[in-house]
């Protein structure tokens, strides 16, 4: 019988290494709670449909926990934020 490949059988002496996205540290202090806490009641209330507002939110979120070292920081475009919303400013837009 072997004794590798028994779950929990020995020590595990290699370091461990974070995932690239999709996984951060938790929140532990509440940092970015009250952003978190307003995009789900907004998902609760447009009925799990990612409106406008909710998408708002979500970025707010994300931002606030960059901000705070939760996650790494990165372009929102990278995290599925296309800039759809044009800068507000008197310009023509053919220009």
Not at 32 to 53: A, R, S
Not at 58 to 80: H, P, T
Request: charged letters at 25%.
């Amino acid at each position: 019988m072997s004794s590798f490949g028994s779950p929990g059988s020995g020590t595990y002496s290699g370091k461990p290494t974070p995932p690239q996205r999709g996984s951060f540290p938790l929140d532990h202090d509440g940092e970015c709670t009250d952003v978190m806490k307003k995009y789900l009641t907004c998902l609760k209330n447009g009925k799990g449909i990612n409106i406008e507002e909710c998408r708002s939110l979500s970025k707010s979120y994300l931002l606030c926990r960059m901000d705070r070292n939760l996650m790494a920081k990165d372009d929102m475009k990278n995290l599925g934020f296309a800039d759809s919303n044009p800068p507000s400013n008197t310009e023509s837009p053919g220009r």
